[in-house]
Nanobody, 124 residues
Framework: QVRLVESGGGLVQAGDSLRLSCAGS????????VGWFRQAPGNERELVAT????????LYTDSVKGRFTISRSNSGNTVYLQMNSLKPEDTAVYYC?????????????????WGQGTQVTVSS
């Protein structure tokens, strides 16, 4: 089974940076697109960024453009979310996810496999 494990969350101050990691476990995710999502208390889950299986194509929600960067390792089995200039509004549980199908672009995919999430808290 495709299993994903997030790490890298923590408590930081506004303006600080964090790098989240999403790693495949049990089976490599190198052939899968990956999306980062977040959910804050009382809010619905929202898409933050996606990356195609090859790493060649990325997508960001408007609120993080210019601040966040999604990338993947050379092996393809780890996907990163570099978060700079963090704001209190970024506080949420961040999840990575992969679609059921391999070799997709990320954009427009239906995400089926989800990690457990990692907490990001940004204080003002």
């Amino acid at each position: 089974q495709v299993r994903l494990v997030e790490s890298g969350g923590g408590l930081v101050q506004a303006g600080d940076s964090l790098r989240l990691s999403c790693a495949g476990s049990g089976r490599t995710i190198s052939t899968y697109a990956v999306g980062w999502f977040r959910q804050a208390p009382g809010n619905e889950r929202e898409l933050v960024a996606t990356i195609s299986w090859s790493g060649s194509t990325t997508l960001y929600t408007d609120s993080v453009k210019g601040r966040f960067t999604i990338s993947r390792s050379n092996s393809g089995n780890t996907v990163y979310l570099q978060m700079n200039s963090l704001k209190p509004e970024d506080t949420a549980v961040y999840y990575c996810a992969a679609p059921r199908s391999q070799y997709t672009m990320g954009r427009g995919d239906r995400y089926e496999y989800w990690g457990q999430g990692t907490q990001v808290t940004v204080s003002s």
